[in-house]
């Protein structure tokens, strides 16, 4: 199996991931015949707040598991069927310093398609007290990040044992999907 994930994306019960691709292996042998590409749930930090993390739990999808070793672009290979397995995924992502921030957005490829400017005054000012009163807040697409929601935690490590409790990794019998009756 072939996983791709950045530095600051975080899967949490990896033992569990690791149990599910086992379960799996023979679609490794000849993937040729067998091309597959594994599908999982992004949880956005988007800010993190003396109080914890404001956060969202929606349903961004993103590839990152497949059994194949060709890509098209990034981590996507539309020729293949891709399947939701339902694995969450802590991404990191916004929940940076104002200086990580300034050069996330100066340097992101999408810098040119929204004003960024205006964008990290916003992120800026949005707190543990006011988040509720935000939704659609993606800054290309706002209806992708719909609503924000906040966890108390002191550090990344302590958001993901807290949300893990909470959510509990069940990922989808490959059975059930159409590809395998």
């Not at 749930?41 to 969202?56: C, D, R, S």
């Not at 959510?167 to 059975?175: D, K």
């Amino acid at each position: 199996w072939l996983i791709q994930l950045d530095v600051d994306e975080y899967v949490y019960d990896f033992k569990t991931l690791t149990n599910y691709l086992n379960k799996y292996w023979y679609l490794t042998l000849f993937p040729k015949y067998t091309p597959v590409v594994f599908k999982g749930k992004l949880i956005t930090l988007f800010k993190q707040t003396e109080e914890g993390f404001l956060y969202i739990d929606n349903d961004e999808k993103f590839p990152f598991i497949t059994n194949l070793n060709e890509y098209e672009f990034t981590r996507y290979i539309t020729k293949v069927r891709n399947h939701f397995v339902d694995v969450n995924v802590v991404h990191q992502s916004w929940a940076r310093t104002d200086d990580e921030i300034q050069t996330k957005i100066k340097n992101w490829g999408h810098r040119d398609d929204f004003n960024t400017q205006h964008y990290f005054e916003f992120w800026k000012n949005i707190s543990s007290s006011t988040y509720m009163n935000y939704n659609n807040i993606h800054p290309i697409s706002p209806e992708v990040w719909n609503k924000l929601h906040f966890l108390p935690s002191k550090s990344i490590e302590e958001f993901i044992n807290q949300y893990s409790i909470r959510n509990e990794q069940i990922l989808i019998n490959l059975s059930k999907m159409k590809m395998f009756k």
